[in-house]
């Protein structure tokens, strides 16, 4: 089946540093690429849309300035997080929609859980 | 607004039990209707999924009932076992160009 492989699985910044987080898909090509945010014990959030060749598409109160999305390929978009500050630790999952999927293709990548200090 | 309402919260049974999440929607543009499953520190998976045409399927130990005039849809775990204890989250889609939307999850616990 459709494999989505995101990484890093979890990473610990300092405060005003930034960090990329890579969500590929393995065995397919994905033209559509979601990025959510999940607190704890919470359901998983939209953040953006990001189609491959074109910009993202962010969810009202997302900051694409802060979240810069790059889906720059079929197989890979990157998550971005810029001068992170410990509000933005999370857990943030990519999913990849396969072209051919009979489940509307919608698959998760692992997440990766980041934490600002 | 949430477009998807899921309950109960957190739902605690017996092995052997069958747990029952049920899950409701105003928007009459969705048609389709999956159900994940997350252990803590993971992504979401795919449990099974629906489409409107049919009020009722099964996958192994998961059944998803649907009532599209009712405008509900829950799911149904046979035979629970501890290793199901879990977040399971609802979610619809309107079409493939959307996102999911989903639920607020339901913790389950599956006691010995």
């Known amino acids: 089946g459709a494999v989505v492989s995101q990484h890093p699985s979890w990473v610990i910044c300092k405060s005003g540093t930034s960090v990329k987080i890579e969500c590929r898909s393995l065995d397919f090509q994905a033209t559509t690429m979601f990025w959510y945010r999940q607190f704890p014990k919470q359901s998983l959030m939209l953040m953006a849309t990001?189609?491959?060749?074109?910009?993202?598409?962010?969810e009202q109160g997302v900051e694409k300035d802060k979240f810069l999305i790059n889906h720059a390929s079929l197989t890979l978009s990157t998550l971005t997080v810029t001068s992170a500050h410990p509000e933005d630790s999370s857990f943030y999952i990519c999913?990849?929609?396969?072209?051919?999927?009979?489940?509307?293709?919608?698959?998760f990548g692992s997440g990766t859980r980041l934490t600002v200090v | 607004q949430q477009q998807v309402k899921q309950s109960p919260q957190s739902l605690i049974v017996q092995k052997g039990g069958i747990p029952i999440i049920n899950c409701a929607y105003e928007n009459t543009a969705f048609d389709y209707f999956p159900w994940y499953q997350q252990f803590p520190g993971k992504g979401p998976a795919l449990l099974i999924a629906?489409?409107?045409?049919?009020s009722e399927k099964k996958e192994g130990r998961f059944t998803i009932s649907f009532n599209k005039s009712a405008k509900q849809f829950s799911l149904h775990i046979m035979d629970s076992q501890p290793g199901d204890s879990a977040t399971y989250f609802c979610?619809?889609?309107?079409?493939?160009?959307?996102?999911?939307?989903f639920g607020k999850g339901t913790r389950l616990s599956v006691i010995a």
């Open positions: 999913s990849a929609r396969d072209r051919t999927g009979d489940n509307y293709g919608y698959t």
């Open positions: 990001s189609n491959e060749g074109s910009k993202a598409t962010y």
């Open positions: 979610a619809a889609s309107a079409s493939r160009n959307t996102p999911l939307v």
């Open positions: 629906i489409r409107p045409d049919v």
